[in-house]
C-alpha cells in the first residue's frame, strides 16, 4: 500500500497564498486520479480538485481560477497552488488517491485564513 503525507498548510492572510504538498510512499504513476479534498468544521469533506495520470483536471467550482493542481510521478508528489485565500478556504486539507482497488487518504494538513 501507498502512504500519502501531506504538508505546507498553515496560517495566511486573505489574499495570501499557499502549497500543499503530498508525497507518496511509493510510485503514483498508477493512482489515477490523484486529489485534493479539505472539511470545515461542522461540514463534509468537499472535492477541491483532481488530476489524471496524463495531467487532465478537475475544479470545484468555489475555486477555480485560484487554485492549481499538479503531479510529479517521477517524485511520487501532487502539488495543489492555492493562491487569492479567502477565510471560507479555512479547512483541513486531505490528498487523495485512487486505483480500481483501494482508496488513498492522507492525515491533512490545516489551512487557516484570517480576514
Known amino acids: 500500500q501507498v502512504q500519502l503525507v501531506e504538508s505546507g498548510g498553515g496560517l495566511v492572510q486573505a489574499g495570501g497564498s499557499l502549497r500543499l504538498s503530498c508525497a507518496a510512499s511509493?510510485?503514483?504513476?498508477?493512482?489515477?486520479?490523484m486529489g485534493w479534498y479539505r472539511q470545515a468544521p461542522g461540514k463534509q469533506r468537499e472535492l477541491v480538485a483532481t488530476?489524471?495520470?496524463?495531467?487532465?483536471?478537475n475544479y470545484a467550482d468555489s475555486v477555480k481560477g485560484r487554485f492549481t493542481i499538479s503531479r510529479d510521478n517521477a517524485k511520487n508528489t501532487v502539488y495543489l497552488q492555492m493562491n487569492s485565500l479567502k477565510p471560507e478556504d479555512t479547512a483541513v486539507y486531505y490528498c487523495?488517491?485512487?486505483?480500481?482497488?483501494?482508496?488513498?487518504w492522507g492525515q491533512g494538513t490545516q489551512v487557516t485564513v484570517s480576514s
Open positions: 487523495n488517491g485512487k486505483t480500481v482497488f483501494y482508496t488513498y
Open positions: 511509493g510510485s503514483i504513476a498508477s493512482i489515477n486520479p
Open positions: 488530476i489524471t495520470s496524463r495531467g487532465s483536471t
